[in-house]
């Protein structure tokens, strides 16, 4: 189909277009270096995000749903155990409480924010729960005062599945630094991305972070002389220097997609069908997604493609209907809100390198569909 005007979802080439000169400097320089893993790039990274975080330890791993492994691993959780998460989320935070054999215990959002609803969160703890994995879902934190206090409560450990949330701010922290141990990816399309797939692990805890550092490789300090029983998850060489150039630029780049979330927020307010985000006085989201709720969801995706605007929907199938989850026997109706979520939930163009112009264009598209 021919577009007159076309908007992307996400730009995925123009930041390499900007950064050019210090991307292809970080690439000569780990070329040049003859050092591939493990190196002084990685070293280096995981000094420079922790440090922007405002943590002790940054572990860099091979991806966001390896951190979130890796963190359970070394807190000892297992067969047996629960781990409360989000019954809306993508299904890597489930997939990270699989992956050790315990048993993921979904529990409803709040339906302003699409965020872990701690009010709930309470009466789904047991004798078996061990932790609690919020998720900073679109970029926006999830409330993490009363979950830290839940779980000091209960002796728990909070995860924070900070995949999408690289500068969230909650009341004046940063996503990372909220809860005993977080989980980042750095996948291309996040706001922090690299150009493959990579993660980290960032937390406060001595014995974790030493534990995590012999996890992420076959569970050795020292090679050939392995402790325990590890995985093969090394933040490349090449992507750290790639995110370490990124890494100057997060802030900028936050507050551009912060000023396309204002005028998203400030030209679709009011329509009849269509419910925004709901941004609480104590959050600073860096949009990751831009999600709007409409109750026609499917027929404005499809109008929105004919006008030449690409759209996403995050995510329409909730991990307890997905057939990997079948085995829990949780039908449809068991989590209500996340199903209505996944229903009309539809994410706009969203991105640093997106024109007030084409904000524009999807507006007024909007507009007139509603």
């Given at each position: ?147 830290m206090q839940l779980a000091q409560k209960n002796n728990l450990k909070v ?44 937390t406060n805890d001595d014995s974790l972070a030493e534990k995590v550092l ?32 990124k890494l100057h630029h997060l802030d900028e780049w936050n507050q551009r ?114």
């Open positions: 189909m021919e577009f007159t005007h076309k908007v992307s979802f996400l730009d995925m080439k123009t930041p390499y277009i900007e950064l050019k000169h210090e991307l292809d400097e970080a690439y000569q320089r780990v070329m040049e270096s003859g050092w591939y893993i493990l190196g002084r790039e990685v070293k280096s990274f995981e000094q420079e995000f922790a440090e922007y975080c405002g943590t002790q330890y940054c572990i860099g791993v091979g991806n966001g749903l390896e951190a979130l492994h890796l963190i359970l691993c070394g807190y000892g959780i297992g067969k047996g155990d629960e781990v409360i998460v989000p019954s809306n989320t993508y299904i890597a935070t489930w997939l990270a409480v699989s992956y050790i054999e315990a048993k993921p215990v979904p529990v409803e959002p709040d339906l302003h924010t699409f965020n872990l609803d701690p009010n709930r969160v309470e009466a789904a703890i047991t004798s078996r729960t061990r932790a609690i994995m919020p998720v900073h879902l679109y970029g926006q934190s999830a409330d993490m005062d009363p979950l995860v924070e599945d900070a995949a999408q949330s690289q500068g969230t701010r909650y009341k004046d922290r940063l996503s990372g630094s909220l809860g005993h141990a977080a989980g980042f990816s750095f996948y291309p399309g996040k706001n922090l991305g690299a150009y493959g797939d990579a993660g980290a692990i960032l012999m996890l992420r490789n076959y569970g050795s300090k020292k090679k050939y002389y392995n402790e325990q029983k590890g995985y093969n998850s090394r933040l490349d060489e090449m992507q750290a220097a790639f995110l370490r150039v997609r912060m000023k396309i979330a204002l005028y998203y927020l400030n030209h679709l307010a009011g329509l009849p069908q269509l419910v925004l985000p709901y941004i609480p006085e104590w959050s600073q989201p860096i949009w990751h997604i831009f999600p709007i709720l409409h109750k026609k969801r499917d027929n404005l995706q499809k109008y929105l493609y004919e006008k030449g605007i690409e759209t996403l929907i995050h995510y329409p199938v909730p991990p307890h209907l997905s057939i990997a989850y079948s085995d829990l026997n949780m039908p449809k109706g068991s989590f209500p809100i996340a199903e209505q979520i996944a229903s009309s939930e539809l994410s706009l163009p969203m991105g640093p390198h997106l024109s007030l112009a084409d904000a524009k264009y999807v507006v007024d598209a909007i507009q007139e569909f509603d």
